[in-house]
T-cell receptor
Framework: GAVVSQHPSWVICKSGTSVKIECRSL??????MFWYRQFPKQSLMLMAT?????????EQGVEKDKFLINHASLTLSTLTVTSAHPEDSSFYIC????????????FGSGTRLTVV | KNEVEQSPQNLTAQEGEFITINCSYS?????LHWLQQHPGGGIVSLFM???GKKKHGRLIATINIQEKHSSLHITASHPRDSAVYIC??????????FGTGTRLTIIP
């Protein structure tokens, strides 16, 4: 079945540094990728929608200069958390729109970011 | 008020019990999804529904569009079913709106 590979699965970084999270669609072309953030015991919140070859669309309240999204190819989308702060510590997960599956969406395994 | 409400928030049951998780939504939708989130955080799609009923193994999902309600049932529950089950709805375009999830624990 469709697989989205997300890396890293967890990362610890110092305040002020940047962290890049990658999501790759392994056996299908992901024209649209969704990036979510999830705080403990809360539901997933959409951060942005990226389409291959165009600028990402950010949800209200999400800083586009802080959360840089690049979707340069049909199989790779990246989220870079710039100048990370402890309040950015969260679980980040991507999801690709895949019309070839019965479910319509395939999720990555998530990245747990801890900023110290 | 969240557009997607799930109940119960937490559910603990004995192995073998029949499990029901409910999802109510307040807007018109084009599809409803049931997802399973494992303790490590990974999410697996279980069902995508726009009407009626779907079955996959021991899992059954139903939706009533008129009542804006969906249920996820698990028959012969097993400890490996322990996870957070999330209901999500698609409204119009491709965005999903998620419920807060139901934490299911099956005791051997």
């Amino acid at each position: 079945g469709a697989v989205v590979s997300q890396h890293p699965s967890w990362v610890i970084c110092k305040s002020g540094t940047s962290v890049k999270i990658e999501c790759r669609s392994l056996d299908f072309q992901a024209t649209t990728m969704f990036w979510y953030r999830q705080f403990p015991k809360q539901s997933l919140m959409l951060m942005a929608t990226s389409n291959e070859g165009s600028k990402a669309t950010y949800e209200q309240g999400v800083e586009k200069d802080k959360f840089l999204i690049n979707h340069a190819s049909l199989t790779l989308s990246t989220l870079t958390v710039t100048s990370a702060h402890p309040e950015d510590s969260s679980f980040y997960i991507c999801s690709a729109r895949d019309s070839g599956t019965a479910y319509g969406y395939t999720f990555g395994s998530g990245t747990r970011l801890t900023v110290v | 008020k969240n557009e997607v409400e799930q109940s119960p928030q937490n559910l603990t049951a004995q192995e073998g019990e029949f499990i029901t998780i409910n999802c109510s939504y307040s807007v018109g939708i084009s599809a409803l999804h049931w997802l399973q989130q494992h303790p490590g955080g990974g999410i697996v799609s279980l069902f995508m529904l726009s009407s009626g009923k779907k079955k996959h193994g021991r899992l059954i999902a139903t939706i009533n569009i008129q009542e804006k309600h969906s249920s996820l049932h698990i028959t012969a529950s097993h400890p490996r079913d322990s996870a957070v089950y999330i209901c999500a709805v698609k409204v119009g375009n491709e965005k999903l709106t998620f419920g807060t999830g139901t934490r299911l624990t099956i005791i051997p």
